[in-house]
Structures are given as C-alpha cells and as structure tokens.
C-alpha cells in the first residue's frame, strides 16, 4: 500500500506578578543570549513542537481512502479523491485533508512525512491528563508533575556544548507543562490586545527602574524581543486580531523569526486550541478544515521564516489522542485513541507514510471504537532526539521518558 511499516496529572499554577511580568515579551535580555553551539553531526538544527489542544481528528487530517470501511464510518464527512474539493492523494492508500497544500507540497519535495495509527501511553480519554501525560512524558498520569520532556531535553544537552542560557522559546501567555523545568526558557506571546503606545512602555519601564532593577531588566528586554518578534507579523494584524486561525501564523511567524537569528533559540514549544470537534465537524469543509488551514499557513510561516536554516529544521505536530472512528449523532466526532502526527522539515526524509495499519473494520476497533494504536509517540520523538541532539538511548528512556526502556528510538526520520 505504499507506505512504511513499523511497528501527568493536572497541575495548577499561579503565576506571580514577577512571573507574569518576564513572561511578556521574553524571560532575559537578548543580548545576553551567546551563539548556540552546533549539534550532533555539524548541524545547527532547529527543533519546533506544535501541541494541537483538543485532540485532533487523525482519520480526517490523514485519511484512510484505500480502507474499505473508512466512508461507512465516516458517512457525511468522509473524504475523497474525487469531487468538488478533494483530498490530496499521498501514496495510494492514504489522503490528506485538502485544507494542507503547503503539507502536500512539502511531502512532495520530500520535507515531509505522516506517522498514522500513532499515540501516547495514555488511554482513558480525558484532555487534561492526555495533555499532562503527552507533554511530560510519562507512562502514565502522574501527580503534581513539575516538568516537561521537551525541558528535561534541555537539561540533558552536554553543558558547553548544546546548551545556553535562553536556547529555548516558549509560545504563549504561560509556559505549557512540555517547556517547565529547571533549564531556563524564553517566553514570547503574541498579543490580541492593542499595542501599548511607545510612551506608555517608556514610563512603565522607569517606574521599574526606580523600583525593580530586576523586573527592569526584564521588562526592558522582554519589549526588545517582542519588537523583534512582531516586526513580521503587524501588518494586517490588527484586522486579524481573534481569529485563532490567523493567530497560528502569526505565533509561527513571530517564532521563525526569533529562532533565525543567529544567537537565537533552537528549540521551540507552542499550541494552538480549538480541536475538539464533538459536532458539525465537517469533511472537506468546515471547522475542522479552517482549523488545518491554520495549521497549513503556519507551517508555511516557519518554512519562510527559517529559510536560510531550513535544512536543519524539524517541526513536530502532535496531540493528545485522536477521535472515536465513527461519526456521532451531531455530525462530529468524540475523543478517541490513535491519531496521526505531522513532521516537517528540511531535516525530515520526508515524502512516506510510516503506519502499521491496524484497520477499521469492527474488530479492529481499540474498544470497539476508536482507531487502535500502533506506535507510541515517544518512539517518534526518541527517534528525532537520538538523531538530530545526539541523545544516547538510556538518556532518552531513563531521564527525558522515564519507564521508557521498552519503546526503541524510531530510525531514519531525518536525511
């Protein structure tokens, strides 16, 4: 069929107001951020994680058109290759949702691949404890869990080496679980609210410099880093301002840019919401193809913004679970277990499918229900650790995935 086959619990924070205040803009001062050193293999690679909140709809972002029970399923919003709109063919077997053609084109030019019938450890459907288990990295929920894998990465880095004091950025209000840690991060949000006039920061930041040198410091170079990440993504932006669809590429853009500069981070977290599709999901049209333009675009907004480090780059979209097989009574889906993931970049050997396809017929279901995992997502990212950071296999099941041991680095996902 074409394609390759292989076989947390919730934490509340509260954020101080000296948290909240070096979130905006940056965590540190840019110019204290020295040149990040290459990684393994002469590389200076890039590596973005985007964590689609919600639990994205696998079988309808990556669908299964060679499978005879995908459009009984499916009935209404059932893809196809044929028609008005349709889904673009990747192998023969599987489509991709038509809202993608940045994805499809990527995939062509071989800087791109799907990994299907994909999860986490996790099972029991809850999008909070599939979110904490996703982005911590253990085997299962665990409780008052104070770090990520993405930042236990980080602190793994050989010192010297990898590491610097900010080579990693944070997208958002507040750092997601995935980038919390003792290794340090540097934070940038894009705004939705109007921007403060130039005089109205300049009086804040002396009110500060009176007060807080420290929070002065970090005021001063938080607005530095957010001009330098916003210069990309104004125009137009006010017109824009809400629509979660835009805000994907404009946070992508404001990303790229910063991750371009020469001392800037290397390694990346952000989310994008809203992929809870429980009714009027649509097929080829409607909320859930806005939500994979969006995506798309942003996708697009890294590969422009990183262009002169393009092929070092690896981008990877996950989420906590995928959605039930069939469609329900609301023409939507409810939570499921297996999903499909994304990798993106000029460092993917790009242009397949790795899938162990399990099938849909009924007794193929997981719990009769939903589409049964094949490979756990960690073998995924093992993989990418192991090949673009030089992360030894013990260091990758003993520290950044604990209990791990069992679940072997997936081989050849980089060129």
Not at 12 to 29: I, N
Not at 298 to 314: C, I, M, N, R, S
Request: hydrophobic share 45%.
């Amino acid at each position: 069929m074409g394609f390759d086959h292989h076989g947390a619990a919730k934490c509340s924070h509260m954020p101080s107001r000296r948290t909240v205040l070096t979130t905006f803009g940056g965590l540190a001062a840019w110019s204290f951020i020295p040149r990040f050193a290459q990684a393994a293999q002469g590389r200076d690679p890039r590596l973005i994680t985007i964590i689609l909140r919600g639990a994205m709809d696998g079988l309808s972002a990556v669908a299964p058109v060679g499978d005879p029970n995908y459009v009984s399923l499916r009935e209404r919003i059932a893809l196809s290759i044929t028609g008005d709109k349709p889904a673009l063919p990747l192998d023969g077997f599987f489509a991709l949702h038509p809202s993608m053609p940045q994805f499809s084109r990527l995939y062509q030019a071989g800087q791109a691949l799907v990994v299907h019938a994909v999860a986490s450890p996790y099972r029991d459907r809850s999008h909070f404890d599939g979110q904490d288990c996703l982005e911590s990295g253990y085997d299962k929920v665990v409780a008052n869990i104070d770090s990520g894998w993405l930042n236990r990465v980080l602190q793994s880095l050989p010192k010297g080496d990898h590491v610097t004091p900010r080579n990693a950025l944070s997208i958002g209000a507040s750092t997601p679980l995935i980038m919390r840690g003792s290794a340090p991060v540097l934070g940038w949000a894009p705004s939705s609210l109007q921007k403060a006039s130039d005089d109205f920061a300049a009086r804040v930041v002396d009110l500060y410099a009176a007060r807080d040198r420290e929070l002065f410091v970090s005021l001063t170079d938080g607005l530095k880093t957010d001009a330098m990440a916003s210069a990309v993504a104004m125009e137009g932006a006010g017109k824009t301002r809400g629509n979660e669809f835009v805000q994907m590429k404009i946070a992508a853009e404001g990303a790229a840019r910063l991750m371009a500069a020469e001392d800037g981070p290397r390694i990346a977290a952000l989310s994008f919401n809203g992929w809870d599709t429980h009714a009027n999901e649509g097929g080829a049209n409607g909320r859930l193809a806005q939500l994979l333009s969006g995506l798309d675009n942003a996708l697009l907004a890294f590969e422009q913004g990183l262009k002169p480090v393009w092929k070092d780059t690896t981008i990877l979209v996950i989420t906590e679970f995928g959605r039930t097989a069939k469609i329900n009574g609301t023409v939507g889906t409810d939570h499921g277990t297996a999903t499909s993931a994304f990798l993106v970049g000029g460092a993917i050997k790009g242009g397949r499918i790795i899938a162990d396809w399990p099938g849909l017929k009924d007794a193929q279901l997981f719990e009769g229900r939903d589409l049964a995992p094949t490979t756990d997502f960690r073998a995924v990212i093992k993989g990418i650790l192991a090949e673009q950071w030089g992360l030894s296999a013990s260091i990758l099941a003993e520290r950044i995935f604990p209990g791990s041991l069992a679940v072997r680095p997936m081989e050849g996902l980089l060129g």
